[in-house]
């Protein structure tokens, strides 16, 4: 991944962004009083990460006419992400998420309000025109998961930054209640991710996906499928990584005293990742960062 300046992006993504409601005390979420209101997302969060050291980013997605949609635009504004294929949705509403503090380190409680939304509308309409306009495409299996016509567009990306040279990132985030089966998520996912060049799952994830138990035979799955490179998750561990001419290693993971949050880990890997590569950095420099 060599840096050129013939596309008007260094990264392009899709998915849902959502307002997002954080309990400011420990608790149950029935039982919080007061809650600190935030942009979500996790294809927006990569897209901030990437945004914020200094890359061209854009987001492909609707918002609805209301007031969480303005929100969130003037969030993309702030974090300087491009909003050219943002699109406002007059009759469907933008979702919201609201989320535990989990004071131990461990993962919150999350309850999803997104059915009917503005993205789930999302359709190859809402493919930029013409030849593919960034370096590199993000994708998650979050947007392929709510609804056929957004699975359709996943697609249509992939196919239009394969054929225009672009590469392509993927990162299974998965979210079963989002599938209407474990089959169905898994069928979906791994066919996506074989057209991607990097894939990004973590431990638990890649079992589900793929029925192997270590990263080494997680990342053969998907190399003999079509990825060029896979970075495998093992949470405090780091991550372990292999490419299709065999090189692999382990990238340590850096220790912290005290987990606040784990949401969005996983997000900031990919923002790691995807930087370095397109820095032109090999992918063991890549999972280090």
């Known amino acids: 991944m060599t840096h050129t300046n013939d596309k008007l992006f260094d990264m392009l993504t899709v998915g849902e962004p959502m307002a997002l409601f954080m309990a400011a005390e420990p608790g149950e979420l029935h039982a919080v009083h007061d809650f600190h209101r935030a942009a979500a ?58 989320k535990t503090r989990a004071a131990d380190g461990s993962d919150p409680q ?46 249509h990306l992939a196919r239009q930054a394969r054929s225009a040279g672009a590469t392509i990132s993927f990162d299974p985030n998965l979210r079963p209640r989002l599938w209407p089966s474990a089959e169905a998520m898994a069928q979906t996912i791994n066919a996506l991710a074989a057209l991607a060049d990097i894939v990004l799952p973590g431990l638990s994830e890649g079992t589900q996906l793929t029925g192997h138990t270590t990263p080494e035979a997680i990342a053969d799955f998907y190399l003999e499928r079509g990825a060029r490179q896979v970075a495998v998750k093992l949470g405090p561990q780091g ?44 992918l063991a420099a890549a999972a280090a960062r």
Do not use: C
């Open 41 to 98: 997302g996790a294809e927006l969060n990569v897209a901030t990460g990437l945004a914020r050291l200094g890359l061209r980013t854009g987001y492909i997605t609707r918002l609805g006419d209301d007031s969480f949609g303005r929100f969130l635009a003037g969030e993309l504004q702030r974090e300087g992400i491009d909003r050219s294929f943002v699109q406002v949705d007059a009759s469907r509403p933008t979702g919201f998420m609201l």
């Open 110 to 155: 999350i309850e999803y309000f997104r059915k009917g939304s503005a993205a789930s509308a999302l359709s190859p309409e809402n493919a930029p025109a013409g030849v593919f306009p960034a370096r590199h495409l993000h994708l998650t299996g979050i947007t392929p998961a709510l609804s056929p016509s957004a699975l359709e567009l996943v697609v």
């Open 239 to 282: 991550a372990f990584y292999r490419q299709k001419d065999g090189a692999s290693g382990i990238a340590p993971g850096v220790a912290v005293e005290r987990v606040v949050d784990t949401v969005g880990a996983g997000d900031g890997f990919a923002v790691g990742v995807v930087s370095a590569l397109l820095e032109g950095l090999d």
